[in-house]
């Protein structure tokens, strides 16, 4: 197991450096010149030049990505600017400020929007894909494949846009999202993002659903579980300690990357509710064409999925006792 989980430590380290060099050197393809954003609009030559030195951009583009790189683990010096210290994701040409000050700053609230609505659309999709299964073909089985069906089909804008409309504005059930941290007061932590937290559920239980009675069905006529029912085990006792563990491999797979996709910036939901996250920092970050906070929330996104993935790889040795790590 720890050989494994190095190796793919090691791989996922790789793929990092790649997806950080691809997005670095897509970046200059863009006409636009960062050090003229930092200056301003009204900048003169020797000031724009000044700039230009300071942000390290006079130097060659490998020499930039390489000192951006050395600067997450030693840090990294910007003249006239002062030191960064490591982890340096660089130093933001908009905000005029180390990036990971910003990231840490806006990272709470999407770890926040993250575990509340994953917590609410795993339980509630997998146990009605259970109670669906275990009804296959009665009328509750068709109910929750119908919702499942139109629950997938529609949009995080659409149904965030018809909350915000009923719940908030007209019949003021819910008040208008936003973020407090729980530290300062969790009740109005819970309710600033309960509404988001519905409307993701209502998106994402869809899959879940779909996902674990299809799933379900067949790990029930498996001959494993057949022989456990001949055994005079109870019905409970076979879905719960036999059929349920089977079917949580897909589910463990898909919350994995629905996990990291929603911490590296759930884009379309902040803009809807209208949260400050990385995803609104990241749409950020490409209109100012600020490179080093592109960088980093690019990163932040990558790295989440690419560690949620390891753990749902480990994960399938706990859960499955048929895998088998070499």
């Not at 990294?76 to 960064?84: A, I, K, S, V």
């Not at 509340?116 to 109670?131: C, K, P």
């Not at 929330?297 to 753990?311: D, M, P, W």
């Amino acid at each position: 197991m720890f050989r494994f989980i190095t190796r793919r430590t090691l791989g996922a380290a790789v793929t990092l450096v790649i997806i950080a060099a691809v997005t670095f050197f897509l970046f200059f393809a863009v006409p636009a010149d960062p050090a003229r954003l930092a200056c301003g609009k009204v900048c003169p030559p020797e000031l724009l030049e000044q700039a230009r030195h300071n942000l390290g951009l006079d130097l060659p583009l490998f020499a930039q990505f390489l000192a951006w790189l050395s600067g997450i683990f030693a840090g990294r010096d910007y003249e006239g600017l002062g030191h960064c210290p490591a982890p340096c994701l660089g130093y933001s040409f908009v905000n005029r400020a180390p990036v990971l000050e910003t990231i840490l700053d806006r990272l709470p609230l999407t770890v926040s929007l993250t575990i509340g609505a994953a917590a609410v659309f795993l339980t509630f999709g997998v146990a009605t894909g259970i109670i669906a299964a275990l009804r296959q073909g009665k009328p509750l089985d068709k109910i929750a494949s119908v919702s499942s069906l139109i629950g997938a089909s529609v949009q995080i804008y659409f149904v965030g846009t018809l909350a915000l409309y009923f719940l908030v504005y007209k019949n003021h059930i819910l008040q208008q999202p936003k973020y407090v941290p729980f530290t300062e007061d969790p009740l109005a932590w819970f309710s600033g993002l309960a509404l988001p937290w519905v409307v993701l559920a209502i998106i994402f239980t869809a899959n879940y659903t779909r996902m674990t009675r299809s799933t379900m069905v067949e790990e029930l006529g498996e001959d494993y579980v057949r022989t456990a029912r001949a055994k005079g085990m109870s019905g409970r006792s076979v879905v719960m300690r036999f059929a349920l563990r089977g079917t949580m491999i897909p589910i463990v797979t898909i919350f994995g990357v629905d996990l990291g996709t929603l911490i590296g910036g759930a884009i379309i939901t902040e803009t809807t509710f209208g949260l400050q996250g990385l995803g609104q920092l990241s749409i950020r970050a490409v209109t100012n064409s600020d490179l080093p906070m592109l960088m980093a929330t690019v990163l932040v996104a990558a790295g989440a999925i690419v560690v949620f993935n390891i753990v749902v790889d480990v994960l399938y040795a706990f859960i499955d006792p048929r895998v088998r790590l070499s």
